[in-house]
């Protein structure tokens, strides 16, 4: 076992390496503020971002404030959302990149490799191999890489009106901004802020801000510190684990099954006045058959999903909920309800008799509370 001398020592090198990583090679590429050319239009600059994956290395901080409640199963993410992160991301291409999690311990690992996920937990010193890939999961480190995050955003949201912001700079670099104001009068998120730098014939987003509708300051933001637009090292990209290490299995249920609930039925076609999403096939495996009962709804980033949950799982969260402002719905026949609001996020989990659901999006709580009554008012 790893002595607590040793994390510590660890988590010093894990600092200075990534600066040292993301650092070199980035001197030259600096641009004063009024030479980001060819980026005024904001059409054009998200077209530039959408037109393909940038190949990039950088270390990176992530902040949210949602204030969610950490209670299980829904911690991690709900810490993810509501701390800040430290990240160090390393992409050649969009099947091939990894982005490591910070911690003061150590580090968490994930790899990308075409339809392939590796997890290294230093910490732990496991090694999880995750294939197929979960089409519907909860937040992680990775999700908060301000190019990964910002092209996730752009593409959801291609009809929405879209402005121009003033140059800033990002990692010392120039950039040009853009803001997408989301037009679904049901979602939270009131703007969506990104600034990029161009690189050849696209551009590379280094910084992402989340606010909601109802306020000034963003909610979660990401932000590269240092960046390097050279592809990594291949041998980067490969995880290489002592022979001590734990090596481990996993599908996508294997992941999500503490949540869900036994004998899950098929997800609605429409809920809360709004269709279910088609989700992607992971390799040879329908997304119905790898999550049974999930579905996501809506559009944009006005957006939920669906998840069945044991009743136990859905009273533990009440239970830990109600130090988070939690509050009764009302309205569902024969079971029980409850709702946890805050500006950018909304998480409604709901039971009658044996079986419970869990509702969370970025849409208002009412949205949430509806679908719960409509699924627990009609399902036996």
Do not use: C, K
């Not at 590429?29 to 239009?41: E, I, N």
């Not at 703007?191 to 551009?203: E, H, L, N, Q, T």
């Amino acid at each position: 076992m790893m002595s607590a001398r040793r994390f510590g020592r660890r988590s010093l090198l894990v600092g200075a390496g990534a600066v040292a990583l993301v650092a070199a090679g980035t001197t030259d590429r600096w641009l004063p503020v009024g030479d980001v050319a060819g980026t005024s239009d904001p059409v054009a600059l998200r077209a530039r971002i959408l037109a393909g994956v940038v190949p990039h290395s950088g270390l990176a901080t992530a902040t949210g404030r949602l204030g969610l409640p950490t209670v299980a199963p829904i911690g991690s993410a709900a810490r993810l959302l509501s701390t800040t992160t430290r990240i160090r991301v390393q992409v050649a291409d969009a099947g091939r990149w990894r982005v490591d999690e910070l911690t003061p311990v150590g580090e968490v690992d994930t790899y990308r490799d075409g339809q392939v996920e590796r997890i290294w937990d230093y910490g732990a010193n496991r090694l999880t191999t995750v294939s197929p890939l979960a089409p519907v999961r909860f937040p992680r480190a990775s999700d908060l890489a301000p190019a990964d995050l910002a092209r996730r955003l752009l593409g959801a949201t291609p009809g929405d009106p879209v402005t121009a912001l003033p140059a800033r700079r990002v990692a010392g670099l120039a950039t040009a901004g853009l803001r997408v104001t989301p037009a679904d009068p049901d979602s939270l998120a009131g703007r969506i802020d990104v600034w990029s730098v161009p690189v050849g014939d696209g551009a590379l987003p280094v910084a992402v801000e989340i606010a909601a509708r109802d306020g000034a300051g963003p909610l979660l933001e990401t932000a590269f510190e240092a960046l390097d637009t050279a592809a990594p090292r291949a041998a980067a990209l490969v995880p290489a684990p002592p022979s001590s290490a734990e090596r481990v299995r996993a599908r996508p249920d294997d992941l999500t099954g503490s949540l869900r609930g036994v004998g899950a039925v098929p997800p609605p076609d429409r809920l809360a006045g709004r269709d279910r999403v088609e989700l992607p096939v992971s390799g040879d495996v329908p997304a119905a058959e790898l999550l049974p009962g999930v579905g996501v709804y809506g559009t944009g980033v006005g957006r939920f999903v669906l998840v069945p949950a044991g009743p136990e799982v859905v009273d533990g969260i009440v239970r830990g909920s109600a130090a988070a402002g939690g509050v009764d719905v009302p309205g569902l026949p024969g079971g029980s309800a409850a709702r946890v609001a805050t500006p950018l996020l909304s998480l409604v989990v709901a039971r009658r008799r044996r079986r419970g659901v869990l509702l969370a999006g970025t849409v208002r709580p009412g949205v949430l509370e509806s679908a719960a009554v409509e699924l627990m008012g009609t399902r036996r």
